[in-house]
């Protein structure tokens, strides 16, 4: 029981950050919408919001969180060691590991994944616009990256689960 109750403390502790960051589920689910409407003829916010939802249950999407997140706020508060500290202040763009670290989640619904978190990592919508401004003094280096891919894991948990529904077969 112990184990159960350490497991939804990490859950909410990772789903509080988020919030405490500016994100929402309902963000994250516009982004899944956005990804995947031309798809789905009937999609609704609501099931988006319910697949990204299962995305935050996976612990290896609560860890990138927590990771991302911890060194994002370090890095605003100029907790790390130069150069390092330098490299993600700016997020500098031969600095590779936000995306890196993202993968993990990308990597959970299979290889969809990667193509949806390239199309809304280079187009920014919604609330990746915002992460992505630096004009406000937040440090969001991991975060947008780590929310994009949480639309991408969401949107190809979607694909995935409509496919299994129509009876088809993966292709």
Same mark, same amino acid.
């Given at each position: 029981?112990?184990?159960?109750? !350490?497991?939804?403390?990490?859950?909410? $502790?990772?789903?509080?950050?988020?919030? /405490?960051?500016?994100?929402?589920?309902?963000?994250?689910?516009?982004?899944?919408?956005?990804?995947?409407?031309? !798809?789905? $003829?009937?999609?609704?916010?609501?099931?988006?919001?319910?697949?990204?939802?299962?995305?935050?249950?996976?612990?290896?999407?609560?860890?990138?969180?927590? $990771?991302?997140?911890?060194?994002?706020?370090?890095?605003?508060?100029?907790?790390?060691?130069?150069?390092?500290?330098?490299?993600? /202040?700016?997020?500098?763009?031969?600095?590779?590991?936000? /995306?890196?670290?993202?993968?993990?989640?990308?990597?959970? !619904?299979?290889?969809?994944?990667?193509?949806? !978190?390239?199309?809304?990592?280079?187009?920014?919508?919604?609330?990746?616009?915002?992460?992505?401004?630096?004009?406000?003094? /937040?440090?969001?280096?991991?975060?947008?990256?780590?929310?994009?891919?949480?639309?991408?894991?969401?949107?190809?948990?979607?694909?995935?689960?409509?496919?299994?529904?129509?009876?088809?077969?993966?292709?």
């Amino acid at each position: 029981m112990a184990e159960k109750n !350490y497991q939804d403390q990490v859950e909410a $502790t990772a789903k509080q950050w988020l919030q /405490e960051r500016g994100v929402s589920v309902s963000d994250i689910a516009d982004l899944v919408y956005f990804l995947q409407r031309k !798809y789905h $003829t009937n999609l609704t916010h609501e099931e988006c919001v319910m697949n990204v939802e299962r995305v935050l249950a996976k612990r290896e999407v609560q860890n990138a969180i927590l $990771t991302g997140i911890q060194l994002d706020r370090l890095a605003e508060r100029k907790m790390l060691a130069e150069p390092l500290q330098s490299i993600i /202040e700016v997020d500098e763009s031969l600095y590779g590991i936000d /995306e890196i670290l993202s993968f993990s989640i990308v990597n959970i !619904y299979g290889s969809i994944g990667y193509t949806n !978190y390239g199309y809304v990592d280079k187009e920014k919508p919604g609330i990746l616009a915002k992460l992505n401004d630096k004009s406000t003094g /937040e440090c969001h280096t991991f975060l947008d990256d780590i929310v994009g891919a949480i639309a991408a894991a969401a949107s190809s948990r979607l694909a995935h689960s409509s496919q299994q529904k129509s009876g088809q077969q993966p292709q």
